[in-house]
């Protein structure tokens, strides 16, 4: 299993209105994609921050061809899309991690 993360900072006067469109809008379209399997969006609550808050939005898929087609064919013109609705305000780190052991 792939793990592709996004580490999204957000300014505490924009979380509302960001936590909308990624529930209501940004997640749903990255999954309907179909090359995702799950996604999982949470807050950091410790460490903290005054100005801003951290969140991680982790997106499941089976391998690493699947993220590869989703970042050469549709990651460009969304990210462009959350880039149009908060510019450089909020600003976002990526990483990519593959499950080697799993208890359940």
């Given at each position: 299993?792939?793990?592709?993360?996004?580490?999204?900072?957000?300014?505490?006067?924009?979380?509302?209105?960001?936590?909308?469109?990624m529930t209501s809008q940004?997640?749903?379209?990255?999954?309907?994609?179909?090359?995702?399997?799950?996604?999982?969006?949470?807050?950091?609550?410790?460490?903290?921050?005054?100005?801003?808050?951290?969140?991680?939005?982790?997106?499941?898929?089976?391998?690493?061809?699947?993220?590869?087609?989703?970042?050469?064919?549709?990651?460009?013109?969304?990210?462009?899309?959350?880039?149009?609705?908060?510019?450089?305000?909020?600003?976002?780190?990526?990483?990519?991690?593959?499950?080697?052991?799993?208890?359940?």
């Amino acid at each position: 299993m792939i793990t592709y993360q996004v580490e999204v900072t957000v300014p505490n006067a924009l979380v509302d209105q960001w936590v909308d469109y990624m529930t209501s809008q940004h997640i749903a379209d990255v999954v309907n994609t179909g090359l995702f399997l799950t996604a999982h969006l949470i807050k950091v609550v410790d460490p903290t921050s005054l100005d801003a808050t951290v969140f991680r939005v982790r997106y499941a898929c089976r391998s690493i061809d699947d993220l590869e087609t989703y970042r050469s064919e549709y990651a460009p013109a969304l990210q462009a899309h959350h880039t149009e609705k908060f510019g450089t305000a909020v600003t976002a780190v990526r990483s990519v991690t593959e499950d080697l052991w799993h208890l359940s």
